[in-house]
């Protein structure tokens, strides 16, 4: 992953190479009708990997924060014995066709395995690409459950789906309550009214019940995700009581929910959050103090694992003021997963390759869970979560009990004593 | 719920309502004398709210100083692209006019991000999380500041048009340009001005919205749609139009948002627009085109 790679790589994207024919033909030969076939390439030199992030548009801040974890990733694969890969930056405009159209242009320059794309519509989006075209497609970081439930053979997924997530999230929440011995008898659940945050609600409605959870909703509150201003929301949540809330929401909700818990004087006793925005890295510049006391349910790195001590130095010596994030985690564990298999596999041939990712058996990574393999259906399920808490601005680990590093803090500090 | 609850979100919702006013009275002046739709509206704004997070990063100004100077660069810049570029497009049809003021947006956005990059930023003053306790009611104390902030400016707008000799030319100019022409006033001129006072308007409102939320490239278009909405209930080109559709929205927003659901909020906004097209065409206080 030099910048000599990348630029040979960007140079190859605006001329037509032998390996863009040979694509070509392989294209071809799926219009016509027949089996997508192995697309042959010389082995020896670094493998040729896509990486698909929305690196402009909306999730332009999420997509730069992902190419992080890409940045770091050559030194540590290098120590860990894997082979070199040659990255191939791609940008899905945070858009799911140009996805679509961006994992073509890769595959057509050379690109031999695809990593991305941060979001279920783009990565689903990919996924159909990389079906069609035989390769193999390993997604950093998308939830939703469905990617993984269409019987495709070139699409792995190292991340937890929105199942699992939630799952994990109660579970962890009761663990939390015995640890700290006290838990909320009621909570608002408010929640982004996006397609993520609509989808989380409804699973948390079907995953809820199933566990003897010991508070009520007592109501929810659905918010546009371009919302200017949460008073509102917030001097609603307020009125009903309850001991603590319950959310799902992106990054600048979550500014603006936290400024409004403090401009309207409540600290509730938790913010349990069960998607992005409470541990980002901008949400602690942005509130400073201000930012402890959430706990987010997040699919997260074990702090305990040695990988994710070398990654965690690594990101801290590549970016000081950065606090190592899912972001950073997943898309590193792709591109682990593209090197390992890359080594297993000896060769770049499409088909080879694809076994090799299929076959995985990490255990030394980074993320939480027993480690990476893949299921028959190209889904991780040893993948796990834990939950982390925002203190002193930087974020712990509370639970599961085996990642764990330091107890709850529980109440959150109240607002106007920090 | 209880009644302080209500008149809590109102009071939040007029103040709100003061600043949505005073950023759509920048597009109905521009509007209303030189017919110009300005398309790049919420992207000006963003370019205020910009330059008042430099001023107060660097140089430690708080955004309510800002107000005069950020009026003052916009108002050079909106001179500028009046005289220099948008003079030159107004004999053309309207589309070939929207397309002008859209690619301008772009510009500015594409400019922001190169600037600026993706996320959103604000400034933290040392009162941004202070609240007035009056009786029952807690106001923020940002959104005070605020809302009287976007009511002086726009006291002084009304003051400008209706008693200095360049207001009074300036509608005069909007009335009957060639009247104007004829009795000898320098149209092109008062028409440079009178976009350097929309964009000023939009420099003050974005420096006053700063406050209240984080700003980031992509902010614009939202923005220059709210400010549609506010002026077509209104009244397209009128300035007491403008600041009580803005009042209307803040409040109607605000509400729906307590008594339904609040991601029902532009739901209500876009109920009002409908409901006036179809009642009042010509906006609460605009005037009857026969």
Same mark, same amino acid.
């Given at each position: 992953m030099t910048n000599s790679n990348i630029s040979k790589a960007a140079g190859a994207a605006g001329s037509v190479t032998r390996r863009t024919v040979v694509a070509g033909i392989g294209a071809a030969g799926i219009v016509a009708g027949t089996s997508p076939f192995s697309i042959v390439r010389a082995a020896g030199g670094p493998l040729k990997v896509g990486v698909l992030l929305p690196r402009s548009g909306v999730q332009a801040g999420i997509g730069q924060d992902c190419q992080r974890g890409v940045e770091v990733a050559a030194p540590i694969l290098k120590e860990l014995g894997l082979p070199e890969l040659? /990255? %191939?930056?791609?940008?899905?405009?945070s858009n799911e066709q140009t996805a679509r159209s961006q994992a073509e242009k890769l595959i057509g320059d050379g690109a031999q395995l695809l990593v991305g794309a941060f979001d279920s519509g783009q990565s689903a989006a990919i996924a159909q690409v990389a079906e069609q075209k035989g390769i193999p497609f390993v997604i950093n970081i998308a939830a939703a459950p469905q990617i993984t439930e269409q019987g495709y053979k070139y699409v792995f997924r190292n991340f937890p789906t929105a199942v699992t997530i939630l799952t994990d999230a109660f579970k962890q929440q009761l663990e939390i309550f015995k640890q700290v011995g006290s838990a909320p008898k009621s909570v608002v659940f408010l929640h982004v009214n996006d397609t993520f945050g609509t989808s989380m609600a409804g699973g948390i409605g079907k995953v809820m019940p199933k566990f003897d959870m010991p508070y009520k909703v007592t109501e929810t509150i !659905? +918010?546009?995700?371009? !919302?200017?201003?949460?008073?509102v929301e917030i001097a609603k949540a307020k009125a009903t009581g309850a001991d603590a809330l319950l959310v799902v929401s992106r990054l600048n909700d979550a500014i603006l929910l936290t400024r409004e818990l403090v401009k309207q004087r409540w600290t509730p006793e938790a913010v349990l959050s069960m998607g992005p925005g409470w541990y980002e890295d901008q949400y602690f510049k942005t509130l400073g103090k201000l930012s402890d006391g959430p706990i987010s349910f997040v699919p997260w790195y074990d702090p305990k694992k040695k990988l994710s001590q070398t990654l965690k130095a690594a990101m801290k010596k590549a970016y000081p003021d950065v606090n190592m994030n899912t972001n950073h985690v997943y898309t590193f564990e792709a591109l682990l997963v593209a090197a390992d298999a890359y080594k297993r596999a000896g060769t770049g041939d499409s088909k080879e390759l694809t076994e090799a990712v299929r076959s995985t058996n990490i255990t030394d990574n980074v993320s939480i869970g027993a480690g990476i393999s893949f299921n028959a259906k190209g889904q991780n399920d040893k993948v796990g979560d834990a939950s982390i808490q925002n203190v002193g601005g930087e974020l712990? @680990? @509370?639970?599961?009990?085996?990642? *764990? @590093? !330091?107890?709850? @803090?529980?109440?959150m500090p109240p607002y106007d004593k920090r | 719920m209880p009644v302080e609850l209500y008149l809590n979100v109102a009071v939040s919702g007029l103040l709100t309502g003061l600043i949505y006013g005073l950023s759509a009275l920048g597009l109905s002046v521009?509007?209303?004398? /030189?017919? /110009?739709?300005?398309? *790049?509206?919420?992207? /000006? %704004?963003? %370019?205020? %709210?910009f330059a008042t997070l430099v001023l107060f990063r660097h140089l430690g100004i708080d955004p309510l100083y800002c107000i005069p100077i950020v009026a003052a660069a916009l108002f050079a810049f909106g001179y500028l692209l009046q005289d220099l570029v948008v003079r030159r497009i107004v004999h053309l049809p309207d589309y070939m006019q929207f397309l002008l003021m859209a690619a301008i947006a772009v510009m500015i956005v594409s400019l922001c991000l190169m600037i600026f990059g993706p996320d959103a930023q604000g400034v933290q003053v040392a009162y941004a999380y202070d609240s007035f306790q009056i009786g029952p009611l807690l106001v923020d104390k940002v959104r005070i500041y605020a809302g009287i902030a976007a009511l002086v400016v726009s006291g002084l707008l009304f003051a400008f048009f209706r008693y200095t000799d360049t207001g009074k030319a300036i509608r005069a100019c909007g009335d009957n340009q060639v009247g104007a022409l004829v009795v000898g006033l320098n149209v092109r001129h008062l028409f440079a001005l009178t976009f350097g006072i929309g964009t000023a308007c939009l420099g003050a409102a974005g420096a006053i919205l700063v406050l209240l939320i984080?700003?980031?490239? +992509?902010?614009?278009?939202? +923005?220059?749609?709210? !400010?549609f909405i506010i002026v077509i209930i209104g009244g397209l080109g009128s300035l007491p139009g403008a600041l009580l559709g803005g009042l209307l929205i803040g409040v109607s927003e605000a509400l729906a948002g307590l008594v339904f659901q609040p991601s029902m909020k532009s739901a209500v906004s876009f109920g009002l627009l409908i409901l006036v097209l179809l009642l009042r065409p010509q906006g609460l206080l605009g005037k009857e085109v026969r």
């Amino acid at each position: 992953m030099t910048n000599s790679n990348i630029s040979k790589a960007a140079g190859a994207a605006g001329s037509v190479t032998r390996r863009t024919v040979v694509a070509g033909i392989g294209a071809a030969g799926i219009v016509a009708g027949t089996s997508p076939f192995s697309i042959v390439r010389a082995a020896g030199g670094p493998l040729k990997v896509g990486v698909l992030l929305p690196r402009s548009g909306v999730q332009a801040g999420i997509g730069q924060d992902c190419q992080r974890g890409v940045e770091v990733a050559a030194p540590i694969l290098k120590e860990l014995g894997l082979p070199e890969l040659q /990255i %191939m930056n791609g940008d899905t405009e945070s858009n799911e066709q140009t996805a679509r159209s961006q994992a073509e242009k890769l595959i057509g320059d050379g690109a031999q395995l695809l990593v991305g794309a941060f979001d279920s519509g783009q990565s689903a989006a990919i996924a159909q690409v990389a079906e069609q075209k035989g390769i193999p497609f390993v997604i950093n970081i998308a939830a939703a459950p469905q990617i993984t439930e269409q019987g495709y053979k070139y699409v792995f997924r190292n991340f937890p789906t929105a199942v699992t997530i939630l799952t994990d999230a109660f579970k962890q929440q009761l663990e939390i309550f015995k640890q700290v011995g006290s838990a909320p008898k009621s909570v608002v659940f408010l929640h982004v009214n996006d397609t993520f945050g609509t989808s989380m609600a409804g699973g948390i409605g079907k995953v809820m019940p199933k566990f003897d959870m010991p508070y009520k909703v007592t109501e929810t509150i !659905a +918010y546009d995700r371009a !919302a200017r201003d949460l008073s509102v929301e917030i001097a609603k949540a307020k009125a009903t009581g309850a001991d603590a809330l319950l959310v799902v929401s992106r990054l600048n909700d979550a500014i603006l929910l936290t400024r409004e818990l403090v401009k309207q004087r409540w600290t509730p006793e938790a913010v349990l959050s069960m998607g992005p925005g409470w541990y980002e890295d901008q949400y602690f510049k942005t509130l400073g103090k201000l930012s402890d006391g959430p706990i987010s349910f997040v699919p997260w790195y074990d702090p305990k694992k040695k990988l994710s001590q070398t990654l965690k130095a690594a990101m801290k010596k590549a970016y000081p003021d950065v606090n190592m994030n899912t972001n950073h985690v997943y898309t590193f564990e792709a591109l682990l997963v593209a090197a390992d298999a890359y080594k297993r596999a000896g060769t770049g041939d499409s088909k080879e390759l694809t076994e090799a990712v299929r076959s995985t058996n990490i255990t030394d990574n980074v993320s939480i869970g027993a480690g990476i393999s893949f299921n028959a259906k190209g889904q991780n399920d040893k993948v796990g979560d834990a939950s982390i808490q925002n203190v002193g601005g930087e974020l712990i @680990v @509370v639970a599961p009990e085996g990642a *764990a @590093v !330091a107890k709850t @803090v529980w109440p959150m500090p109240p607002y106007d004593k920090r | 719920m209880p009644v302080e609850l209500y008149l809590n979100v109102a009071v939040s919702g007029l103040l709100t309502g003061l600043i949505y006013g005073l950023s759509a009275l920048g597009l109905s002046v521009i509007f209303g004398v /030189i017919r /110009i739709v300005n398309f *790049a509206h919420g992207e /000006i %704004m963003v %370019m205020g %709210m910009f330059a008042t997070l430099v001023l107060f990063r660097h140089l430690g100004i708080d955004p309510l100083y800002c107000i005069p100077i950020v009026a003052a660069a916009l108002f050079a810049f909106g001179y500028l692209l009046q005289d220099l570029v948008v003079r030159r497009i107004v004999h053309l049809p309207d589309y070939m006019q929207f397309l002008l003021m859209a690619a301008i947006a772009v510009m500015i956005v594409s400019l922001c991000l190169m600037i600026f990059g993706p996320d959103a930023q604000g400034v933290q003053v040392a009162y941004a999380y202070d609240s007035f306790q009056i009786g029952p009611l807690l106001v923020d104390k940002v959104r005070i500041y605020a809302g009287i902030a976007a009511l002086v400016v726009s006291g002084l707008l009304f003051a400008f048009f209706r008693y200095t000799d360049t207001g009074k030319a300036i509608r005069a100019c909007g009335d009957n340009q060639v009247g104007a022409l004829v009795v000898g006033l320098n149209v092109r001129h008062l028409f440079a001005l009178t976009f350097g006072i929309g964009t000023a308007c939009l420099g003050a409102a974005g420096a006053i919205l700063v406050l209240l939320i984080d700003v980031h490239p +992509y902010l614009g278009p939202s +923005y220059t749609l709210l !400010a549609f909405i506010i002026v077509i209930i209104g009244g397209l080109g009128s300035l007491p139009g403008a600041l009580l559709g803005g009042l209307l929205i803040g409040v109607s927003e605000a509400l729906a948002g307590l008594v339904f659901q609040p991601s029902m909020k532009s739901a209500v906004s876009f109920g009002l627009l409908i409901l006036v097209l179809l009642l009042r065409p010509q906006g609460l206080l605009g005037k009857e085109v026969r």
